[in-house]
């Protein structure tokens, strides 16, 4: 019996100009469990999110989703195959409503391509799931509002339910509760863990609770590289993890 | 529409909130020319209705999809050529096409000119893709003295729109017919327009101009729905341009050059990229004020230039946004305590502008006039352009606009807050 992953980075190297920002990812996710990245500031979090989903293009490595190579697709067709992300900065259509916002996400799921012979106040089907996906994160009564008057937790709220509109079997969140309050960060955990079920779900952040409460496993980023994939309790025991958290001083100078 | 259970008078009330605007839009155009049946107003209309189509057209690009194009008409101007060659070949017998239809070959040729060349002008928004179109027009002005036999060269390509063949038996020698025509295709293009903006397509296009970061990220190529908004977008423009080449019987290089691509950017920013509508009310604007302008002054073109400047400073959402903003007031009832303002502001406004406006026609006269000591015209009134009381009474007259405006607009502002207040008060009670 082999473990099936939905994701795998074998040696993944990225560089900006001549600085190596990710030096040698190797990280494996398992099909339907919700995985963490953790680390210290400027450890590469968002670059690794960003090649997993296209945004950028790996300068070395292997990047594959569900058993394929993805490495060198665009974000829409990596999208296609099943994988769908957040933006750690809000990144919604700013001039459009909760709901218009929502049935985009699901246009492409949904069949409609590029098509411009059907009317979208007639395909019912659609506009039901728009509202399913509404009420599923609690936004029901905020349908009609413009999402730039939305307040900061509605507009994440948002952002995951974009997210996860789509289907995809593989999600990315990106800083989901960055910048909220604890009982804003709760709901949105309850959130996460609703809209995740049976799916595979990576998740950077920074809130510890928030990790430790969500993740089935933990990975380590510190200066580009993994230096440790583990369940919550070994990550929180392990050595050399505290002691990237501590930023130890001697080992940074190597 | 309407089933049997459905209440007879609710089915009509719902048909009339439906389609009532364009019913009314069809019967105003049914009308119009029977009220104004002077050859220049009848000139004047048909001209209105193909900038609107036009105008729309160009902001299928600019409002819905974010892409502001420095040569637009080069599809509406292929549209025309090819449309003219078209009336040419029926003419000869070559090929059969009623006139009515001649629009659509203008139509097909704007979409096929547009794939041809968006494809590469919609693979980046934004500045490139403003870049790139002004390249076209460079290439297509090229092409049009390079290849004389097509473009016709300077004198353009003329046909005869008598065609044998017609749908509707008509002959179209009388420019009221040719009216009618026109305003037919007007609807058909405006509906199909519309209901355009309601498509996964043009959804998308607003998605991928409002966040072209986002859009791959929900499945989408946002190159290709920039290009398919782009090819649409030509095929409007060219029935557009099919139009113009049936009404005045003769397509030149002016159509397809850069000045009618200027000219469709500032009719549909004047009437509002934002709505849907705002188009129809810059390009309705813009070509009255054209075509009455060219006629009673030199210096048409300069007050074009300052009502656009004046338009992109002061309502950056155009004639459109304007309205649109007075809705709520409206609909609350209040709109009756701006009117004083309002009228202030417009004496105020007209002073100033009158005063502008003989200072710019003084050194007109002065400067393109053939006698410029000459006595000149300006309102009924002859005087010398170089003498000082004309200068005077323009320097007063600004003057006394400028200190008439000040306080209006402060007051306005002052106004709209306690209106605003009001109408948010009157929610909460």
Redesign the interface.
Known sequence: MTTEYALSLENVHKNFGGSEIIRGVNLDVIKGERHAIIGPNGAGKSTVFNLI??YYHLSEGEIKLNQQSIFSL???QI??LGL??S?QVT??????SVF?NV???L???MG??????????RQKALNDRAHEIIELINMTERSYIQVGVLSYAEQRALEIG??V??GASVILLDEPTAGMSSSETEQAVELIKKVSEGKTLVVVEHDMGVVFDLADRISVLVYGEIIATDTPENIRNSQAVQEAYLGKEEEEGN | MITEKTNQQSGMRLMIRRFGVWIGAALLLVILPQLFDSGFAITMMSEMCIAIIFSLSYNMLLGQGGMLSFGHAIYYGFGGFIAIHAVNQVTEGVVVIPLELIPLVGGVAGFLFAILLGYISTKKAGTTFALISLGLVELVVACVLLFPSFFGGEEGVSGDRMLEWSITGTGFGQPIEVFYLIAFWLLVATALMYLQTQTPLGRMANAVRDNPERAPFVGYNIHLVRFFQFALSGFFAGIAGGLLAINYEIVNSEMIGALASGHVLLMTYIGGIGYFFGPILGAVLYTFLHLTLVNITMAGQLYLGVLFIVIILYAPNGMAGILMVHQPVWKAGLIKRLIPLYSAALGGGLVAFLGAMIMVEINYHLSLSIEPDAPMQLLGLEFLANSWPPWLLSIALIVAGYFILKPVIRNIGHKWNELTNEMQGGQTR
């Open positions: 989903s296209g665009e974000p829409h999208n296609r769908c992300r933006f990144n919604l259509f700013a001039n459009m218009e049935r985009c996400a246009l492409w799921p409609y391509k590029y098509s411009f012979w059907q009317l979208l106040g974009i997210t509109a789509g």
